[in-house]
């Protein structure tokens, strides 16, 4: 099969530490390239999930209300109102801001 030049732009230093890992992993960064590209062509997808910043600081939210429901439940204050949660929260804040 014919071969083709491929260029790609990216920080300088992005890319020495990424010359690095693909040294450690016993390829070039060419390598590493072509192992991707033909694991995109063959599993006709990106080989792994790519999400937002915004993505991911829903999930932490979503995961640290679940974390704060069961902790309330096994100490027994799952009966709290909107109003003293929000007390809550405020006094949290303002003890993080000391």
């Given at each position: 099969?014919?071969?083709?030049?491929?260029?790609?732009?990216?920080?300088?230093?992005?890319?020495?530490?990424?010359?690095?890992?693909?040294?450690?992993?016993?390829?070039?960064?060419?390598?590493?390239?072509?192992?991707?590209?033909?694991?995109?062509?063959?599993?006709?997808?990106?080989?792994?999930?790519?999400?937002?910043?915004?993505?991911?600081?829903?999930?932490?939210?979503?995961?640290?209300?679940?974390?704060?429901?069961?902790?309330?439940?096994?100490?027994?204050?799952?009966?709290?109102?909107?109003?003293?949660?929000?007390?809550e929260i405020k006094l949290f804040r303002e003890e993080k801001k000391l």
């Amino acid at each position: 099969m014919a071969q083709t030049a491929f260029t790609v732009r990216m920080d300088s230093e992005t890319k020495k530490k990424f010359d690095e890992l693909c040294k450690d992993f016993g390829m070039s960064a060419n390598t590493a390239f072509n192992v991707f590209a033909r694991t995109v062509v063959k599993q006709g997808r990106i080989p792994f999930s790519l999400e937002s910043e915004a993505e991911i600081a829903a999930q932490r939210a979503r995961d640290a209300s679940k974390l704060m429901r069961r902790l309330a439940a096994q100490n027994g204050i799952n009966d709290m109102s909107i109003d003293e949660i929000d007390q809550e929260i405020k006094l949290f804040r303002e003890e993080k801001k000391l």
